[in-house]
């Protein structure tokens, strides 16, 4: 794959680990009981949905220069980039267990690139 698909991929998959943590935010800042204007007008939820409508925009032009085989790996990404995100930007804890699947899911997509 070329560079800037990879770097285009990678960046898809930052987006949407981002965006997981926007509607994160999204969550938090609802009240209890929140009506369809608390909704409608929730800065996080807003700003997670403009970064998703992009990063798919972006995701179409990967697919249009990769196989999906081959990009898609990449997505699994997510799963160790967005607990890091979690821990350093809201506070979570990360558990040794999803540090380690990481580590297994970064194999995943070393060997799944490399058998293209």
């Known amino acids: 794959m070329p560079l800037s698909t990879v770097l285009a991929t990678l960046t898809c998959v930052l987006g949407i680990s981002l965006g997981q943590l926007l509607f994160k935010k999204a969550a938090m800042s609802m009240p209890p009981h929140a009506g369809w204007a608390d909704w409608a007008f929730n800065g996080w939820l807003l700003a997670a949905l ?5 990063t798919t925009l972006g995701w179409v032009w990967v ?3 990769a196989p999906l085989s081959l990009a898609y790996p990449f ?3 997510a799963f160790l980039i967005v607990p890091l995100l979690g821990r350093v930007w809201l ?3 990360v558990s040794m267990q999803t540090l380690a699947g990481g580590v297994l899911i970064l194999a995943g997509v070393t060997l ?3 058998s293209q």
Do not use: P, S
């Not at 403009?50 to 992009?54: A, F, I, S, T």
């Open 75 to 77: 997505m699994g990404l």
């Open 91 to 93: 506070g979570e804890a």
């Open 112 to 114: 799944a690139a490399r």
């Open 50 to 54: 403009v970064l998703y409508g992009v």
């Open 63 to 65: 697919l249009r220069h």
